[in-house]
């Protein structure tokens, strides 16, 4: 499961049949929840409206809450570890509750608007 760096990991966010997003996970930013993440994928789940700013997907993740921040921009990837989710940023927010950085979609954020409450999606470790 490389993702080509040791450093950064390359997964894919996808929902079926609508759209693919690459998104990059930044080992320097949380190094033991991004390798719990890597050992867990590939990581399924169901889609959650984030207010007006984005999307989460919870997980079976388990996580303390080292490094947390409540701002975050466009196409930011965030993990909440309270409800073990992987938050996902379509524009530029403030949130009420710590979450820990991890990373960032590296096209079309905006592919986001598209996701529906329930839509089931899949994280996966880009492979090749």
């Known amino acids: 499961m490389?993702?080509?760096s040791v450093s950064k990991l390359e997964v894919?966010?996808?929902?079926?049949?609508?759209?693919?997003?690459?998104?990059?996970?930044k080992r320097?930013?949380?190094?033991?929840?991004?390798?719990?993440i890597?050992?867990?994928l590939p990581?399924?789940?169901?889609?959650?409206i984030l207010g007006t700013s984005g999307v989460y997907v919870e997980s079976h993740i388990e996580s303390g809450g080292d490094r947390t921040r409540k701002e975050f921009k466009k196409g930011e990837i965030?993990?909440?570890?309270?409800?073990?989710?992987?938050?996902?940023?379509?524009?530029d927010t403030k949130v009420g509750k710590g979450l820990i950085p991890?990373?960032?979609?590296l096209e079309n954020s905006e592919e986001l608007l598209k996701a529906n409450s329930g839509d089931e999606v899949s994280i996966y470790c880009v492979t090749g």
């Open 2 to 4: 490389d993702g080509g």
């Open 12 to 25: 894919i966010f996808e929902i079926s049949g609508k759209f693919k997003i690459r998104c990059e996970l």
């Open 28 to 36: 320097h930013l949380s190094p033991s929840l991004i390798g719990m």
């Open 38 to 40: 890597t050992r867990s």
């Open 43 to 48: 990581v399924t789940g169901t889609i959650h």
């Open 78 to 91: 965030a993990f909440l570890s309270v409800g073990h989710a992987f938050c996902f940023f379509y524009k």
């Open 102 to 105: 991890i990373g960032k979609m």
